[in-house]
Every structure is written in C-alpha cells, then in structure tokens.
C-alpha cells in the first residue's frame, strides 16, 4: 500500500493557489538481479501506483537499474 500525495500549483501575475489530495493505492513492482560475482550484482526494476485528484487517476510507474556490491 501506498499514500500518495498529488499537489498543484498556479501562479498567474500576482495571484498564486495550490490544492493538494492524498490518496491510498495499492503498490506492485518487479525486479530481477543478475550475480556477476560474488561482491557484485546487477538489478532492474520496475515500481507502479496509482493516485486520485479531483476524480481524476493518474498512473505512475518507475523503472530503475542499479549495481550491488557487497563488502
């Protein structure tokens, strides 16, 4: 599970507002991991959720790529 917070800001001259809306989705993601050694691996990943403001969803997925290494 995750809160997620979507906020909004205008500015338009010398008027500025914002509005902000928390929401609580479910939160799934994946990832995989590749020994190259013993100390050393190489992973991927991909992370989604979801969030709601003013009725509308949007969608938000991240893809990420990294190197362990142990010491």
């Known amino acids: 599970m995750a809160s997620n917070k979507l906020?909004?800001?205008?500015n338009s001259g010398?008027?500025?507002g914002s509005d902000s809306e928390t929401s609580t989705q479910a939160l799934w993601g994946i990832g995989l991991a590749f020994k190259v050694s013993p100390s050393v691996a190489i992973r991927t990943?991909?992370?989604g959720t979801s969030a709601t403001y003013a009725g509308e969803r949007f969608d938000?997925?991240?893809?990420?790529?990294g190197v362990s290494i142990k010491f």
């Not at 906020?7 to 205008?10: E, G, L, M, S």
């Open 45 to 47: 990943e991909i992370d």
């Open 14 to 16: 010398n008027l500025s």
């Open 60 to 65: 938000s997925t991240l893809f990420s790529l």
């Open 7 to 10: 906020k909004v800001d205008a």
